[in-house]
């Protein structure tokens, strides 16, 4: 992938990290008390990696909490919708921000604080807008509802140089097939963390499902 010389290296480096993971585990968490044996899970199944969202209350202070006890893991935060909350998150520990959408003011925050934020985009005209106030890798959202992977082609036209993290609606099924395209940095999705999963305690299965995603991100690198 190319880097963008006007990208700080701390960012450049968190991209070149989101794409070596190639799978991003969107969390959304019920109480604080699941982030722990949510992450060990994780890290055992290989994917020492965390997209905390914001969604529950217990979100924020089970970042701040797993950004100190993994300061090795790659720990972010999503469904971060304000320019307040990206600064929350940041000072929390976060080492990427996830949007569900494109607003200006949170990329410019992130881009003065050096974090890689990641906005949410679904048009052309949201790339183009992500773009202009200074994202670098941008969220494809939700994806398999706006027309997956055929949607991601046909912005590769004109968008060729541009690099997206589909997210909404993957799963081990269709992973693969968006991997494949040269402009998939990585994907974001829950179904290795399941909050159904996380309310039962089903770490196993979480560590399982992490380790199947594993294979299916090093099974579709070793075709590029
Ligand atoms: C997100 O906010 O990124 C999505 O809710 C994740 O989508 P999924 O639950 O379909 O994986």
């Known amino acids: 992938m190319t880097t963008n010389p006007l990208v700080a290296p701390s960012v450049a480096a968190t991209i070149g990290r989101v794409s070596e ?12 008390k699941q982030a722990q044996p949510l992450f060990e899970a994780l890290s055992a199944g290989g994917l020492p990696a965390a997209e905390v969202t914001l969604r529950t209350p217990a979100g924020l202070e089970a970042l701040r909490l797993l950004a100190e006890a993994y300061p090795e893991g790659f720990i972010g935060a999503g469904t971060v919708r304000s320019a307040e909350d990206a600064a929350r998150v940041i000072d929390a520990g976060a080492r990427f921000v996830v949007s569900p959408g494109t ?12 974090v890689l934020v990641m906005p949410g985009t679904c048009t052309p005209t949201e790339v183009q807008a992500a773009l202009r106030a200074g994202a670098s890798l941008l969220k494809f959202f939700p994806a398999e509802a706006s027309g997956g992977v055929a949607f991601l082609k046909a912005l590769a036209g004109p968008f060729a140089d541009v690099r997206f993290v589909p997210t909404g609606g993957v799963n081990a099924g269709n ?11 990585a994907c974001g999705g ?25 294979a299916i991100v090093a099974e579709a690198r070793s075709h590029g």
């Open 175 to 185: 992973l693969a097939s968006y991997l494949a395209l040269p402009q998939v940095a």
């Open 21 to 32: 993971f190639g799978v991003l585990p969107v969390v959304e968490l019920g109480a604080v």
């Open 190 to 214: 829950s179904w290795m963390v399941a909050p159904r999963l996380l309310a039962e305690g089903d770490f196993a299965q979480v560590q399982a499902l992490a380790a199947q995603a594993v």
């Open 103 to 114: 607003d200006p003011d949170i990329v410019r925050l992130c881009c003065e604080r050096e």
